[in-house]
């Protein structure tokens, strides 16, 4: 199969085609879509050396998560997150390389390798864990770089950030424990800064401060094993916010073992909105992270600042909203 064939059925030159999958800023966007449309259904590869030789570029987008050394497992939102990224980078004709960053070190090569060993076009930085260091270190050698839920810190506006209102994301789960009629309320979540900054919204919509039930990690087990063991104390309140879908229902399923019924004595509101929550019985009732549309968005930038149409810092902040299911 060669490019002649794509031209034809797509009803342009061969030249434009070539232009199409090697992502040229020349080709409208429409014919580009059209031409990997039909690329694809016929079952061309491109030519990754070739490409590369043409264009200079590996055609290869990085994506960073955080992860923690002593920690088991990793979010399960971050996971699926990374997921829709691939899929989005795909569409661009690009591949991607995961890696992860130690947030226990801070060690600024995990952030800087990648591109300084030219093994991609551009880096993906996920996570609340970025800090300022990283990313100014980052920026010493490229342009070609986006942040993806990172704190939302004046030190941000010198870089370009797709932002997720997590304190309004807060606000939203204490609306609707509030909108059930649940008065005695309390929340339950990891001690960092972004799950402080859902608890900071939460508690600014309730007016008051409320009891707090640390968890030592963002586990099913440790959320689990905190409603065996407390849960006469959390019996004393009729709401539960949870930082995390994961924990949301490790807590659950922790009452319901214990016979504590969900939501008739306690309802629960979750934070994530992953895949399993409308699996859960009862069904979680969640705050959704708009997910596939920051990877779209995140997929779009990056393309724009590998084909150098753009460096200038810019920042997308996307709101969360609630999906009601069965728990509250």
Known sequence: MNIRRIAKLVGTSHMTVSRALNNSPLVAEET???VLEVAESLGYQINAGARGLATGLTTTIGILYPYHRLREVESWYTSQLMHDIRSALWKHGFDSMIAGYDTADHNLSDITR????????GLIVIGYEVTAEALEALASITHRYIAVNPPRMPWMNAHTGLFIDQELGGAL???TLRS??????AVALEPTPQFETRHTGFIREIGDDVPVFHLPDGTYRAAYDLAVERGTELTRF????????????GVMNGLLDRGIRVPEEIAIVGFDDIEWARYARPALTTVHQPRREVAA???????ALVQDAGDDPMSTVFQPRVIARESC
């Open 32 to 34: 580009r879509k059209r």
């Open 238 to 249: 009729d709401g539960l916010f949870v930082g995390s879908d994961i924990s949301a229902l």
């Open 297 to 303: 968005a995140a997929a779009e930038r990056i393309m």
């Open 173 to 175: 789960a204490a609306q």
């Open 180 to 185: 059930a009629g649940r008065i005695r309320v």
């Open 114 to 121: 990648l591109m300084a060993q030219k093994k991609v076009d």
